[in-house]
Each structure stands twice: as C-alpha cells, then as structure tokens.
C-alpha cells in the first residue's frame, strides 16, 4: 500500500492499482457512472455503494458519509469508518477467513479529524447473500437437492461461526446479508464474511459472548429454518468448537440446554427487535413516507402509485361516491369497499375502508391514544416485521380539522382468492364425507399454527372471529408460513415475507404485550370459538384437534390441555350471554 493525496482525499492504496482508480482529481468515481462501468447496489443516509466493473477488474466502493451531529463528534474521537473496516478486514484475513480484499482507502482531509471516507473493496464473483441464496435460489431447486444443500448449509455454517468466535472474531451484525455463498459444480458450497465495520477481534470468546453472537444470526433463521436445521447448525458448531481451543467438551444434556438457551434469547431478542421497527412506518425512510395536503395527514408505502396517492390526498371520500363500486360492509362506524385502480398499467384490486367518527369525544381521545385506523396501519406493518400473515397496508388518511383527527381511512391490499372461515366451511359441506375430511383437517391444523405464533409474538387479538381470518380457496394445498417453513419474496430483502394460505384481517382489535396472559389467549380462542357455535360443521373433535394443535401437541412438556378447554368453554359461553343479553349476532 502507498499513500496518494488527490481530490482532497489522502489515500492508502496498493501500488498495482493507483492508476487505475486514481486520476488529477481523485478517485475516477464520476468518470465511471458517466460512462456506465459503475452503478449503486445500497443507498442510506450515512452511506452508499457502488458496483465498478473494469476490463480484468471488479471492484466496490462504499462512500461513508458525515450527516448529521453526532458523525461530526464521532470523527473527532475515532479513526474513519473506512480505515475501521480495513484494519479489521485485514485482522479477519490474517486469521485465515475468508473475506474481501481490500484495495484502498481513502480520508477527506479536514480541519478537524477525518470526514468522508472511502473504501474499496475487491468483488467477490459468483456469490450471493445467504438471505438470496437460500430464498431465491435454494427454494427453487428439486426437492432432494434442495435439501442436501440445505443440510450441507447448516453445517457449513455452524463450523464458520465455531472458527470465528475459537480465533477471537466476534461480528456484531452477523446477519445473512453479511455472509457470502458461493456454490461451486459439485454442490460444495464456500461462505465469506463482508460488511466487517461491526467485527471485533481478540481473545476467543466466552460462552456469553457466543450466545449473543449466536442470537444474532438464529434471528433470521429461527423464523425460516427447521428446527432439525437450527439443530443440525448447533451440532456442528459444538463439535467444530470442542475441536478448537475455545470451548471445554460439553455433555449431551449441556448441550441441549445451551442450544435451548440459543433460542430462548433468540425470541426475547427478536421481540425487542420488532417492538423498535414498529413506529418506523410513521417516519420517512426508504420504505414509508408522510403525506399531507390540504386538511388530511397521513402515510405512505413508498411504492404507491403517486396518481392513487394525489387522488386519496385530494378528496378521500371521493372513491365511495363511484357508480357501481362494491360495497363489502356499510355501517355506523365503519365503510368498506373495493377500489379498483391502474398501477404500473396493470389493473389491480385494493379494499379502501373509512372509520367514522360516531362521537365528538373521539377526536379528542385521539390526542392520548392512536385512532383505529392508524392502529391498523402499524398492527398491519408490524405483522409483516413478525412474518405474520395479513393484507399489505399501502396508505392511512386522516381528516385533520383545528388539529385534531377526525374520520380515518386506511388501503390495503386486496387477498385474491380468499374466504372466510363461515364461507370455507359452507363450501366444504358441499363436498363428499372422503373428501371433506382431509381438507378440515388440514385447514385447521394451518389456523391453529397462524394463532399459536401470533401469542408466541406476545400479540393479542380481541377481535378473533371467524369473520376475521381468511383461507385460500385453493383446497388443493392448505399451509401456513410456520408448518413448513416456506417463503417467497421478489426481492432480496430480510423481511419476513412467507408464502401461506391463511391471513388475519381486520387488526384495529391487536395490542402488543410485554408478556401475553393465560387469561388473553383463553379470551382470543373463545371468541373465535364463539363464532362456531350455531353451527354442526365443527365436532368436539375438530375443536379439540385445534387446540392440541394451538399446544403443539405439549412438545415443550405439559400444557394442561384439559384446563384450558374448560377454561375456553367457559368463556365462550359468558361471550354467547353478553351479546345475546346486548341483541348483537355472534359473526
């Protein structure tokens, strides 16, 4: 490495490539997007990085920025987030890992400590992030490939991560996108750490430290992977490790109590996680955006149509005075209907719901507590953080007068080729008795599993009535993201985007709880129950097939199946005499 001062950058360089990258006025950055050789892959507030492709050579470039305050402090006081990451790239090689070469670095030179930064790292061809290849190149591979390298991934992994924290290398965001995979003609598959801004080396890692390590990582994969594949990974990570210097030989019961120890700070992590995502759907940032016009607020997807956007924003409730649109329900406190609309020229469905405002108090109780349809918006945006299955919210709207909110409005994605439960179960009795019962069971096993998940999320759903959770009409095949751990997305992104048959809607009934009682899952189960009761679709059986199901069949050791019936029961029918006393139908 030489040093080079050119375009107000002092530069660490390999002498091989000076010319190349370095030009009178610096790095050649400008030059290369001109002429198309370079292209942005990640865009942030504090960074962005570029993909350069030369004739013999491929190389990134990742611009950290100075923002804000708190970066102008910072630089004062700690070197440059470019020279970082290249001593620690440096240190993780020396080691023996496989990484990323670094090619340079570069420093703005100011007054006061180091402002920008740039550092350039050489390409590593022919690999993908894990997150990608496991979703969009492993789920589409034939079955039994599939799952040879998926076994082969799990171990692979587990002896990568064993080495790491054996040589001292502890990676604070070991998440998926941070690990490289290449897949080579016979199947063998070869990882690479990147994105080591994060890493910190030293004296091989404690137990605890590992822990957290570990947690960080079965983050992602505790939502998508098996538990024979978390469990495959934990096996391979403790032999690797009793192999090393860094871990003292364990025994079998103190292995398992490790690895339960693994994914019982894996949720507690994950919750807390999820609990700080939730209010970003009410910032601006790279997926959602505030709008606002004359008299109504609100936010936004960042992807939505902007012409539908400019017309909600003109006039929310122009869409309900359309000839022939189709009304789904009508009442004092709330209107549904289905809008129809044209983005990105196609035509699309979408369901357009308006909360009334039934009382002068509620404008004002909103001063203390979000309306309902706000509520919808961020329930809906955090079910997907949580990979739990509902309709996409695309945009809330308020009626902002003297400020205070007034009626609310909330579009959604429409579930195409879905029925509720009341209309699953009209249909399945049209079927014969040998065909009927497969497909019940299936379906009911797929709910119970949504539900389970939904309180393992410490999320609670008042409102859990049949009318409420939709199945697919395809009765070919019922399933949901958590039976057998599938997942579809379009794009390489973290997010938990699972492929299911069973939907919740209708989430202004969902609150968040530090911890989840007895006495609300027995409240959200009966209240589903409840709406079962007038009719014979459903046996004893069936219900008692549900919440064996709901227990996971006491996998985790004794559930008391038999007091919670009785306490289900028991709630349902107090449920049955409230409305019946009120004049409310049971839906």
Same mark, same amino acid.
């Given at each position: 490495?030489?040093?080079?001062?050119?375009?107000?950058?002092?530069?660490?360089?390999?002498?091989?490539?000076?010319?190349?990258?370095?030009? &009178?006025?610096?790095?050649?950055?400008?030059? !290369?997007?001109?002429?198309?050789?370079?292209?942005?892959?990640?865009?942030? /507030?504090?960074?962005?990085?570029?993909?350069?492709?030369?004739?013999?050579?491929?190389?990134?470039?990742?611009?950290? %920025?100075?923002?804000?305050?708190?970066? =102008?402090?910072?630089?004062?006081?700690?070197?440059?987030?470019?020279?970082?990451?290249?001593?620690?790239?440096?240190?993780?090689?020396?080691?023996?890992? &496989?990484?990323?070469?670094?090619?340079?670095?570069?420093?703005?030179?100011? !007054?006061?400590?180091?402002?920008?930064?740039?550092?350039?790292?050489?390409?590593?061809?022919?690999?993908?992030?894990?997150?990608?290849?496991?979703?969009?190149?492993?789920?589409?591979?034939?079955? *039994?490939?599939?799952?040879?390298?998926?076994?082969?991934?799990?171990?692979?992994?587990?002896?990568?991560?064993?080495?790491?924290?054996?040589?001292?290398?502890?990676?604070?965001?070991?998440?998926?996108?941070?690990? $490289?995979?290449?897949?080579?003609?016979?199947?063998?598959?070869?990882?690479? $750490?990147?994105?080591? +801004?994060?890493?910190?080396?030293?004296?091989?890692?404690?137990?605890?430290?590992?822990?957290?390590?570990?947690?960080?990582?079965?983050?992602?994969?505790?939502?998508?992977?098996?538990?024979?594949?978390?469990?495959?990974?934990?096996?391979?990570?403790?032999?690797?490790?009793?192999?090393?210097?860094?871990?003292? *030989?364990?025994?079998?019961?103190?292995?398992?109590?490790?690895?339960?120890?693994?994914?019982?700070?894996?949720?507690?992590?994950?919750?807390?996680?999820?609990?700080?995502?939730?209010?970003?759907?009410?910032?601006?940032?790279?997926?959602?955006?505030?709008?606002?016009?004359?008299?109504?607020?609100?936010?936004?997807?960042?992807?939505?149509?902007?012409?539908?956007?400019?017309?909600?924003?003109?006039?929310?409730?122009? /869409?309900?005075?359309?000839?022939?649109?189709?009304?789904?329900?009508?009442?004092? +406190?709330?209107?549904?209907?289905?809008?129809?609309?044209?983005?990105?020229?196609?035509?699309?469905?979408?369901?357009?719901?308006?909360?009334?405002?039934?009382?002068?108090?509620? *404008?004002?109780?909103?001063?203390?507590?979000?309306?309902?349809?706000?509520? @919808?918006?961020?329930?809906?945006?955090?079910?997907?953080?949580?990979?739990?299955?509902?309709?996409?919210?695309?945009?809330?709207?308020?009626?902002?007068?003297?400020?205070?909110?007034? #009626?609310?409005?909330?579009?959604?994605?429409?579930?195409?080729?879905?029925?509720?439960?009341?209309?699953?179960?009209?249909?399945?009795?049209?079927?014969?008795?040998?065909?009927?019962?497969?497909?019940?069971?299936?379906?009911?096993?797929?709910?119970?599993?949504? $539900?389970?998940?939904?309180?393992?999320?410490?999320?609670?759903?008042?409102?859990?009535?049949?009318?409420?959770?939709?199945?697919?009409?395809?009765?070919?095949?019922?399933? @949901?993201?958590?039976?057998?751990?599938?997942?579809? +997305?379009?794009?390489?992104?973290?997010?938990?985007?699972?492929?299911?048959?069973?939907?919740?809607?209708?989430?202004?009934?969902?609150?968040?709880?530090?911890?989840?009682?007895?006495?609300?899952?027995?409240?959200?189960?009966?209240?589903?129950?409840?709406?079962?009761?007038?009719?014979?679709?459903?046996?004893?059986?069936?219900?008692?097939?549900?919440? =064996?199901?709901?227990?996971?069949?006491?996998?985790?050791?004794?559930?008391? !199946?038999?007091?919670? !019936?009785?306490?289900?029961?028991?709630?349902?029918?107090?449920?049955?005499?409230?409305?019946?006393?009120?004049?409310? /139908? %049971? #839906?």
């Amino acid at each position: 490495m030489v040093r080079v001062s050119a375009g107000g950058f002092r530069w660490w360089i390999a002498a091989e490539h000076r010319d190349t990258l370095l030009g &009178p006025r610096g790095l050649r950055l400008e030059e !290369w997007l001109q002429s198309g050789q370079a292209r942005i892959v990640k865009k942030g /507030p504090h960074r962005v990085v570029y993909r350069v492709d030369l004739p013999g050579l491929c190389f990134y470039v990742k611009r950290n %920025l100075v923002t804000d305050r708190w970066c =102008r402090i910072r630089r004062l006081f700690r070197p440059s987030k470019a020279r970082m990451e290249y001593q620690r790239a440096r240190g993780v090689a020396q080691r023996g890992f &496989p990484t990323y070469l670094p090619l340079a670095f570069g420093e703005q030179k100011i !007054w006061a400590g180091p402002g920008e930064s740039i550092l350039i790292t050489h390409a590593l061809e022919d690999t993908q992030e894990l997150h990608t290849f496991a979703v969009n190149s492993l789920a589409h591979l034939p079955a *039994p490939r599939q799952a040879r390298l998926r076994q082969r991934m799990a171990i692979e992994l587990g002896k990568l991560v064993a080495r790491l924290h054996d040589a001292g290398i502890k990676h604070n965001d070991l998440h998926p996108a941070n690990i $490289l995979v290449r897949l080579t003609e016979d199947d063998q598959l070869a990882l690479f $750490l990147i994105d080591l +801004t994060a890493v910190r080396l030293g004296m091989p890692l404690t137990w605890r430290q590992s822990r957290q390590n570990l947690v960080i990582l079965n983050r992602w994969f505790v939502l998508r992977a098996s538990r024979s594949d978390r469990y495959r990974f934990w096996k391979a990570y403790r032999l690797e490790r009793q192999q090393g210097k860094g871990c003292a *030989p364990l025994s079998s019961r103190e292995g398992l109590d490790r690895a339960d120890e693994v994914e019982i700070h894996t949720l507690a992590s994950n919750l807390k996680f999820w609990k700080r995502r939730d209010k970003r759907c009410l910032r601006n940032n790279r997926y959602y955006c505030r709008v606002a016009s004359a008299g109504v607020v609100g936010h936004a997807v960042v992807d939505l149509d902007a012409k539908l956007r400019n017309t909600l924003l003109a006039d929310p409730d122009e /869409p309900f005075r359309r000839s022939g649109v189709k009304f789904l329900k009508d009442s004092h +406190t709330s209107t549904v209907i289905e809008l129809d609309a044209v983005i990105d020229g196609q035509p699309r469905t979408m369901i357009y719901k308006r909360f009334q405002t039934s009382s002068w108090k509620d *404008p004002w109780t909103r001063l203390f507590r979000p309306p309902p349809a706000l509520r @919808s918006w961020i329930q809906g945006q955090g079910f997907r953080e949580r990979g739990l299955p509902t309709a996409r919210p695309l945009a809330v709207l308020h009626r902002q007068r003297n400020g205070l909110l007034h #009626e609310g409005y909330l579009l959604t994605e429409k579930i195409e080729n879905a029925q509720d439960l009341h209309e699953f179960l009209a249909n399945l009795g049209q079927r014969s008795t040998a065909c009927k019962l497969p497909i019940l069971r299936g379906q009911i096993a797929q709910v119970a599993t949504v $539900l389970r998940e939904l309180h393992r999320r410490r999320l609670s759903h008042r409102d859990l009535k049949a009318a409420n959770i939709l199945v697919s009409r395809d009765s070919s095949s019922f399933f @949901s993201p958590f039976s057998n751990m599938a997942w579809t +997305t379009s794009s390489p992104s973290l997010l938990p985007i699972f492929a299911t048959s069973v939907w919740l809607i209708d989430l202004v009934g969902v609150r968040r709880y530090r911890w989840l009682s007895r006495s609300r899952k027995i409240q959200n189960l009966a209240r589903m129950n409840a709406s079962f009761q007038t009719g014979t679709a459903l046996t004893l059986t069936d219900r008692l097939r549900f919440l =064996r199901t709901y227990l996971r069949w006491s996998l985790h050791g004794k559930a008391d !199946w038999k007091g919670l !019936w009785k306490a289900i029961n028991l709630a349902t029918q107090e449920k049955i005499n409230r409305n019946h006393k009120r004049g409310r /139908p %049971l #839906e």
